[in-house]
């Protein structure tokens, strides 16, 4: 199978066509039709030379992947179920805000992390997805909005679907490396976050590669036991681990992190919980904010609850008057398969 030319960045393009006999230039004619003009079929490439088009079509496709299933909720948000040439699933969402319009991408064909309350977890992983497999993503949205003709673009991206970006990370830097760039999507850093579950070693690299976007660090207790309970990774990855991993970083970049905090009923919930969140930040606080996050109940981990709204205002409450800069993620698509990794998961289910 041949492999997305969504997956080269454009100083990977430039190499290759240059090792083929063909100049810089060229590399820009093709950037301008992938992300500008956002052609699918190399044979619109018109001011293209017929000898280019015929190796790109050659060595490369642009589309490899397609629209199984597509969820749209009253809100705005809208769910795809995209099928890879191999069978698989995978999911990526478009979700609207009042900054503009957010695609969260999926990295992984399933995650090995093991979080207890995550419906992506509930396939293991089956391989990493390319570089190119993950930038078609965004373009298969902005193919979407740009068929509805209201002239919207894709502004924002977050790392956060099916999948742990730091177990994909050299395929998720050229991904980013190609979304960011100005030739083409053009997306700001600023306008992208990645999330982990704590990788601590590629925390460390991440601050070294520094590609400008921002990060989340998915914590969701505040102490080692009940972590572990939740998170299996905690096992390798002990919080204090983590946190040496995080002062790299913030020491590095200078930029601040954002520590999410998915909120389950009776479990991660209590005022005290959120008192030892606020000690374990400690003086980290002016480069920390804590993302509070309701949870999206999944039929498979019945044990975890969504927390009262008396709860998430509590620990909204008691972590602002221990100074602590925190917010409550704003809700998307709860009319549909919300939780991450739901929608591949009953389909697969379904078809099983």
């Excluded at 064909?109 to 190119?132: E, P, T």
């Excluded at 309970?229 to 681990?241: D, H, L, Q, T």
């Excluded at 590095?252 to 389950?264: G, N, P, Q, V």
């Amino acid at each position: 199978m041949k492999p997305s030319l969504y997956g080269l960045t454009f100083e990977q393009l430039v190499r290759w066509l240059e090792e083929s006999g063909h100049k810089k230039s060229r590399a820009l004619q093709v950037w301008d039709w992938l992300y500008r003009k956002r052609v699918t079929e190399f044979s619109a490439m018109e001011d293209v030379r017929p000898e280019l088009r015929q190796l790109l079509e050659e060595r490369h496709e642009i589309q490899t992947m397609a629209e199984h299933t597509r969820q749209e909720s009253v809100d705005g948000t809208v769910k795809f179920l995209f099928r890879l040439r191999d069978g698989n699933l995978i999911e990526t969402v478009l979700m609207r805000h009042k900054f503009g319009l957010s695609v969260c991408v999926t990295t992984q064909v399933g995650c090995n992390i093991g979080c207890s309350f995550c419906a992506s977890g509930l396939l293991a992983k089956s391989r990493d997805l390319s570089a190119g497999e993950i930038v078609e993503q965004i373009m298969n949205v902005q193919l979407h909005l740009d068929r509805a003709g209201r002239g919207e673009r894709v502004s924002h991206v977050v790392v956060m679907g099916i999948g742990e970006p730091f177990d994909n990370y050299s395929n998720l830097l050229d991904f980013l490396a190609v979304i960011k760039d100005a030739k083409g999507l053009a997306i700001g850093p600023r306008h992208i976050t990645v999330s982990t579950s704590g990788l601590a070693d590629k925390i460390k690299q991440f601050a070294d590669d520094d590609p400008g976007v921002n990060l989340a660090i998915s914590l969701h207790a505040p102490n080692d036991e009940l972590r572990t309970r939740i998170m299996k990774i905690n096992r390798a990855i002990p919080i204090g681990k983590l946190l040496q991993a995080i002062d790299y970083y913030l020491e590095r970049t200078k930029r601040r992190i954002t520590i999410e905090y998915i909120l389950l009923r009776d479990i991660n919930d209590r005022s005290e919980h959120a008192l030892e969140l606020a000690e374990l930040i400690g003086s980290r606080r002016p480069l920390v904010n804590v993302n509070l996050i309701p949870y999206n109940p999944v039929d498979e981990h019945s044990q975890y609850q969504r927390s009262s709204k008396e709860a998430i205002d509590g620990f909204y409450d008691t972590l602002k008057k221990q100074g602590v800069s925190c917010s409550v993620r704003l809700e998307h698509g709860t009319d549909i398969d919300a939780a991450c990794g739901q929608l591949r998961s009953k389909q697969i289910q379904a078809s099983s």
